[in-house]
T-cell receptor, first 113, second 115 residues
Framework: QKEVEQNSGPLSVPEGAIASLNCTYS??????FFWYRQYSGKSPELIMF????GDKEDGRFTAQLNKASQYVSLLIRDSQPSDSATYLC?????????????FGRGTQLTVWP | DTEVTQTPKHLVMGMTNKKSLKCEQH?????MYWYKQKAKKPPELMFV???????INESVPSRFSPECPNSSLLNLHLHALQPEDSALYLC??????????????FGQGTRLTVV
């Protein structure tokens, strides 16, 4: 059973639009949730984290968490061509110790001018 | 600039060679990770060191041998690798779990090619 599932993509949006990226996870014990951006040939870069149900906003990015539905999403407002990358959802394993951090397969986003 | 530094950036090695990948962080983080990433795949967890002790080994073959000399350094020793081990090897560090969890920060990776 996969720990983390992401909408398969690829996702293509025009510049200025809202890009919506989704992720579900299987372990109800997971406590922390992260979104990473990875440009081709580069390492993942942490862009958002969320622990509590609801929304968390940081600039053009909004992370949303619904623990009852085991669902986490990332909205990118006013999308820019520079946002074109693969977005990885990451979820901690059971418990709060410095343990496993599982990644979804990623969603490739293309923002066209 | 990344605060997790990996060396070398690129490595080509033969199947009979022994080499090491190095990772250094100066953020005072207490956990360090090795991940392996193949093209168009997510990072795959290999090892976790927590407070300088190996806490997780995800059933990685013994030809990969991790070492944590101190809280800032993490090595991955490679021996008798196979061509299918060619991948991007990523080191990451992380500070806390639970409510203080700020996530894992990655180095730029080592692109390994086994010939």
């Amino acid at each position: 059973q996969k720990e983390v599932e992401q909408n398969s993509g690829p996702l293509s949006v025009p510049e200025g639009a809202i890009a919506s990226l989704n992720c579900t996870y299987s372990d109800r014990g997971s406590q922390s949730f992260f979104w990473y951006r990875q440009y081709s040939g580069k390492s993942p870069e942490l862009i958002m984290f969320i622990y509590s149900n609801g929304d968390k906003e940081d600039g053009r990015f909004t992370a949303q968490l619904n623990k009852a539905s085991q669902y986490v999403s990332l909205l990118i407002r006013d999308s820019q061509p520079s946002d074109s990358a693969t977005y990885l959802c990451a979820v901690t394993g059971r418990g709060s110790t410095l343990g496993r951090l599982y990644f979804g397969r990623g969603t490739q986003l293309t923002v066209w001018p | 600039d990344t605060e997790v530094t990996q060396t070398p950036k690129h490595l080509v090695m033969g199947m009979t060679n022994k080499k090491s990948l190095k990772c250094e962080q100066h953020m005072g983080h207490r956990a360090m990770y090795w991940y392996k990433q193949k093209a168009k795949k997510p990072p795959e967890l290999m090892f976790v060191y927590s407070y300088e002790k190996l806490s997780i080994n995800e059933s990685v073959p013994s030809r990969f041998s991790p070492e944590c000399p101190n809280s800032s350094l993490l090595n991955l020793h490679l021996h008798a690798l196979q061509p299918e081990d060619s991948a991007l090897y990523l080191c990451a560090s992380r500070n806390h779990g639970g409510r203080l969890d700020g996530g894992a920060f990655f180095g730029q990776g080592t692109r390994l090619t086994v010939v």
